[in-house]
């Protein structure tokens, strides 16, 4: 029987979320009677091996265990194994549908939510999937056995209640409209898993998941293989049904960038993603592609770009001071970037939201001013007015020529302000410490980047260097914010919520592991990612968002780089996909789930 109908009203208009899905919009895409998923084709033939490469720069893994700090975990584990209470619509910002679930129950207070688990639900040793399953879940994932950027998510859960086998609770501290999407998204697997043993002595034992697909065999740190369970129990639920299609996903790994792109050419693996101009212009091309065996394609996407960049570690010294931190970007020379090595293919970053409505622009509205005014003391004055322009070296604000001379001047006087000058052939404080700094790296596309940046940075009389490590030191450096500077890209989210405690609230940025790199500890940045989280609907979210995003481009903690509004995509002409496109969707983990053999 369905749950009761959760009522919601706000803001002298109500909103009805269905027992099937929960949406943060005003209603929901699909209704309770839905069969699919409008980008997934409910008629795809099942079949075929996919081959993929590592879908990031790890070059190779040593554990299945995706939630710990420790190890690198193998690629596909999420999206094949790991199933949760419910799964997000790529066609909404914001919606949720039952998966595991087969019920969602707001309480009209929105203190707590009530999921009721699909009779169906089985892991792949064959056991039943429980309440107290999805109970042992969250509690070993919000304990400090796993990566801290859970325990920031879950801040607000008061407690969770397994009110029958099939039937759990969890239960918040605060009205907040977010949160039963957070603990529905959690992954869920068996107590079983790990035979006792603590999670984060979990690392080869294979996963007992509720998911399509189990681990079929691996060569640790090269290769591994997943086969699709012929018993899935969810492979005609309207959240599944036309999707996971292949029999078997193979990852293989590769030591660096170059050697993944030829072996694609040479046919080795199926589908790739793109991220350099440079190789998108000069490297997709040749026999192959003239006869059609590759296609190449640009897939145009509406997602919230994120933000990727240059990011100063506040925990430095010489990067304390706000105006040096503005002085960096001033010498990044983007125009001179997009014309020489990046075929015009980017646009500047202006923001942490760009390519959607949750991009702030020009002045502040009256609304984000009623935000933003009260935390005036532990704001840049910047906030209050016209939204900056990123430096440009083609043309001022003001639409006259504009030049990299006139940046580095600029930059000269604000480090002078800041006490930095130019004395014994470098940059110096009072102290007479010469400014340098690392850009640490792991081997990325920055090497070709970089250069130019540090050029720019001697004419200042700065010294920057790049460091390339491993990936899985890197990684430990960044967990222990061992860095000066380094480059990374933030999420594109389309409904941001929880995940900014962990990436710039003040509590995270003394917690290693957290995605607080930066070091962010502000009040006012503290207080809007509060006025986001509490926002009672659609409207008051994108406005929160907006004076957040404010605040974070007048810190100038990060120096921005580029987006595009396109997924650069190649695959050899063997699959199917169908007709609809999603709106907001990820080229690589879109294809996993939706695509089949010809």
């Known amino acids: 029987m369905k749950k009761i109908i959760f009522l919601l009203c706000c803001l002298c208009h109500a909103q009805v979320w269905a027992a099937h899905a929960y949406s943060l919009g005003d209603t929901a895409k699909y209704p309770a009677n839905f069969t699919s998923f409008a980008y997934a084709?409910?008629?795809?033939?099942?079949?075929?091996?996919?081959?993929?490469?590592n879908p990031d720069r790890r070059t190779s893994f040593d554990s299945f265990n995706p939630f710990i700090i420790k190890g690198t975990p193998a690629a596909g584990l999420g999206a094949l194994m790991f199933e949760s209470l419910g799964t997000?619509?790529?066609?909404?910002?914001?919606?949720?549908?039952?998966?595991?679930?087969?019920?969602?129950?707001?309480?009209?207070?929105?203190?707590?939510?009530?999921?009721?688990?699909?009779?169906?639900?089985?892991?792949?040793?064959?056991?039943?999937?429980?309440?107290?399953?999805?109970?042992?879940?969250?509690?070993?994932?919000?304990?400090?056995?796993?990566?801290?950027?859970?325990?920031?998510?879950?801040?607000?859960?008061?407690?969770?209640?397994?009110?029958?086998?099939?039937?759990?609770?969890?239960?918040?501290?605060?009205?907040?409209?977010?949160?039963?999407?957070?603990?529905?998204?959690?992954?869920?697997?068996?107590?079983?898993?790990?035979?006792?043993?603590?999670?984060?002595?979990?690392?080869?034992?294979?996963?007992?998941?509720?998911?399509?697909?189990?681990?079929?065999?691996?060569?640790?740190?090269?290769?591994?293989?997943?086969?699709?369970?012929?018993?899935?129990?969810?492979?005609?639920?309207?959240?599944?049904?036309?999707?996971?299609?292949?029999?078997?996903?193979?990852?293989?790994?590769?030591?660096?960038?170059?050697?993944?792109?030829?072996?694609?050419?040479a046919g080795e693996f199926d589908f790739i993603t793109e991220y350099s101009a440079r190789n998108w212009a000069r490297q997709y091309q040749g026999p192959k592609f003239r006869r059609g065996d590759i296609l190449k394609r640009e897939l145009r996407h509406h997602n919230s770009s994120g933000m990727q960049g240059y990011v100063l570690n506040l925990?430095?010294?010489?990067?304390?001071?706000?105006?040096?931190?503005?002085?960096?970007?001033?010498a990044l020379d983007f125009e001179w970037l997009n014309r020489q090595l990046f075929y015009s293919q980017y646009t500047r970053l202006n923001s942490f939201y760009a390519n959607g409505e949750l991009a702030a622009s020009g002045k502040p509205s009256e609304a984000e001013?009623?935000?933003?005014?009260?935390?005036?003391?532990?704001?840049?004055?910047?906030?209050?007015?016209?939204?900056?322009?990123?430096?440009?070296t083609d043309r001022l604000p003001n639409g006259a020529p504009g030049s990299l001379r006139d940046n580095l001047r600029q930059a000269r006087e604000l480090l002078k302000q800041a006490g930095w000058t130019y004395r014994d052939g470098a940059l110096r404080n009072a102290k007479g410490d010469a400014f340098t700094f690392e850009i640490l790296d792991d081997g990325g596309a920055m090497a070709r980047v970089f250069p130019p940046l540090a050029r720019n940075l001697a004419k200042l009389g700065i010294t920057a260097k790049l460091r390339n490590i491993d990936f899985?030191?890197?990684?430990?450096?960044?967990?222990?914010?061992?860095f000066d500077v380094t480059v990374l890209r933030f999420p594109d989210v389309q409904s941001p919520g929880q995940e900014l405690l962990d990436y710039y609230g003040s509590k995270a940025a003394d917690v290693k592991g957290s995605s607080n790199v930066i070091g962010?500890?502000?009040?006012?940045?503290?207080?809007?990612?509060?006025h986001v989280l509490a926002a009672p609907n659609r409207t008051a979210q994108i406005t929160a968002v907006h004076a957040l995003d404010r605040a974070?481009?007048?810190?100038?903690?990060?120096?921005?780089?580029?987006?595009?509004?396109?997924?650069?995509?190649?695959?050899?002409?063997?699959?199917?996909?169908?007709?609809?496109?999603?709106?907001?969707?990820?080229?690589?983990?879109w294809m996993l789930a939706t695509w089949w053999v010809k």
Do not use: C
Not at 105 to 129: H, M, Q
Not at 322 to 328: D, G, N, T, Y
Not at 377 to 388: M, R
Not at 520 to 530: R, T
């Open 41 to 53: 084709d409910p008629m795809a033939k099942p079949g075929g091996e996919l081959i993929l490469p």
């Open 88 to 265: 997000m619509s790529l066609d909404e910002t914001a919606t949720m549908y039952g998966l595991l679930a087969s019920d969602i129950a707001v309480a009209p207070d929105g203190k707590s939510v009530t999921f009721t688990l699909n009779a169906k639900a089985r892991f792949n040793n064959g056991d039943v999937v429980t309440a107290q399953d999805v109970k042992h879940s969250f509690d070993t994932l919000n304990s400090k056995l796993a990566a801290p950027q859970y325990t920031s998510q879950l801040a607000d859960v008061a407690g969770v209640d397994v009110l029958d086998a099939k039937t759990i609770r969890y239960r918040f501290k605060t009205a907040n409209r977010e949160m039963p999407q957070i603990v529905g998204s959690l992954p869920v697997f068996s107590h079983k898993w790990g035979g006792g043993q603590p999670l984060d002595k979990i690392a080869l034992e294979k996963p007992i998941t509720s998911g399509p697909y189990r681990i079929a065999d691996y060569k640790l740190g090269r290769s591994i293989s997943y086969q699709r369970r012929a018993d899935y129990w969810g492979k005609d639920l309207p959240t599944r049904l036309g999707q996971y299609n292949f029999d078997r996903v193979t990852y293989r790994y590769y030591q660096d960038e170059v050697a993944k792109l030829e072996a694609f050419k």
């Open 315 to 330: 925990r430095k010294p010489q990067f304390a001071d706000i105006r040096v931190r503005q002085a960096l970007g001033l």
């Open 369 to 392: 001013l009623a935000l933003l005014k009260p935390l005036a003391k532990d704001l840049p004055p910047a906030v209050f007015g016209e939204l900056p322009a990123p430096p440009n």
């Open 472 to 482: 899985a030191l890197y990684q430990r450096r960044l967990d222990n914010f061992d």
């Open 520 to 530: 962010i500890k502000n009040p006012a940045i503290d207080a809007l990612i509060n």
């Open 552 to 589: 974070l481009l007048a810190g100038y903690y990060i120096i921005p780089h580029w987006y595009s509004a396109t997924h650069r995509v190649a695959w050899r002409d063997r699959f199917a996909m169908p007709k609809v496109m999603p709106l907001y969707y990820q080229a690589g983990d």
